[in-house]
T-cell receptor, first 114, second 113 residues
Framework: GENVEQHPSTLSVQEGDSAVIKCTYSDSASNYFPWYKQELGKGPQLIIDIRSNVGEKKDQRIAVTLNKTAKHFSLHITETQPEDSAVYFCAASRLSGGSYIPTFGRGTSLIVHP | KAGVTQTPRYLIKTRGQQVTLSCSPISGHRSVSWYQQTPGQGLQFLFEYFSETQRNKGNFPGRFSGRQFSNSRSEMNVSTLELGDSALYLC????????????FGPGTRLTVT
């Protein structure tokens, strides 16, 4: 089955700095890669996603890059703010039974110091 | 538009008991997925329902089961609870079958003593 490695497990930055979280996956059939932000006491929330036919996608301060050949994808957050502090999960999804089923990374706890 | 709701939010059960958790998806969403989140194993896929049919199942024992009703509401059941079943159980709904955005509920925190 799919295996997703996520690094680092903890990331501490100063407000205004950039943060980068990296993930690798093993199944070349995975073709949809969402990123989720989970705040304490809440369920994960999709913040950005990318499909395998796209190499990069940006949404304001957040960007995701995908390298299909190397099987890795990364989340970039620029100009970090204290409210960005949360746990971030990457996922690699493949089509199964008509749906895209995700395999998640273990999460990165991002701490943004004011 | 109301988000995904899960009931109850917190639950304490004893080993050997069974439990039923409920999920109401966003209105109009027909796909409902369930996930287990633990510090040790992370976020793991349990199963997914679409139009009352289970389309996918994760690698969990048969003690974990679920169903979906005609109004898309879903329930999951865990029988013969074990200490290791203590976890946050998350439900997510999405509009269609494709790689569309999944909206997660706040989860049900299950503690097995």
């Amino acid at each position: 089955g799919e295996n997703v490695e996520q690094h680092p497990s903890t990331l501490s930055v100063q407000e205004g700095d950039s943060a980068v979280i990296k993930c690798t996956y093993s199944d070349s059939a995975s073709n949809y890669f969402p990123w989720y932000k989970q705040e304490l006491g809440k369920g994960p929330q999709l913040i950005i996603d990318i499909r395998s036919n796209v190499g990069e996608k940006k949404d304001q301060r957040i960007a995701v890059t995908l390298n299909k050949t190397a099987k890795h994808f990364s989340l970039h957050i620029t100009e970090t703010q204290p409210e960005d502090s949360a746990v971030y999960f990457c996922a690699a999804s493949r089509l199964s039974g008509g749906s895209y089923i995700p395999t998640f990374g273990r999460g990165t706890s991002l701490i943004v110091h004011p | 538009k109301a988000g995904v709701t899960q009931t109850p939010r917190y639950l304490i059960k004893t080993r050997g008991q069974q439990v039923t958790l409920s999920c109401s998806p966003i209105s109009g969403h027909r796909s409902v997925s369930w996930y287990q989140q633990t510090p040790g194993q992370g976020l793991q896929f349990l199963f997914e329902y679409f139009s009352e049919t289970q389309r996918n199942k994760g690698n969990f024992p048969g003690r974990f089961s679920g169903r979906q009703f005609s109004n898309s509401r879903s329930e999951m059941n865990v029988s013969t609870l074990e200490l290791g079943d203590s976890a946050l159980y998350l439900c997510a709904s999405s509009l269609s079958q494709g790689p569309s955005e999944q909206y997660f509920g706040p989860g049900t925190r299950l503690t097995v003593t």
